[in-house]
């Protein structure tokens, strides 16, 4: 066994570098996002909506004084009507 090759070796690996690699950057590539005119339109709608108040107060009143002096009246075959379709709004 010769020790003398094993220096030898042990030089060579001892003497390689790392290169550093360049990076290269994409030409012309971005990312862009673009609303559709529908989309902008939904947009005005909603902001639009959302001032407006959910309930109608006037309408909630006006029921209410009916309630209140007996003279609010909904007539049977609306009532069997709305109950058969399933939901609970007179």
């Given at each position: 066994?010769?020790?003398g090759g094993f220096n030898q070796i042990?030089?060579?690996?001892s003497n390689s570098t790392i290169k550093q690699t360049?990076?290269?950057k994409r030409p012309g590539?971005?990312?862009a996002l673009e609303i559709s005119g529908a989309g902008k339109?939904?947009?005005?709608v909603k902001q639009a909506l959302s001032s407006v108040p959910?309930?109608?107060?006037d309408v909630v009143a006006d029921i209410k004084s009916q309630i209140a002096d007996g003279s609010y009246?909904?007539?049977n075959s609306v009532l069997a009507d709305k109950?058969?379709?399933g939901t609970n709004a007179l």
């Open positions: 066994m010769r020790i042990a030089q060579i690996y360049e990076s290269k590539f971005s990312d339109d939904y947009q005005m959910d309930v109608r107060e009246n909904v007539p109950l058969l379709a």
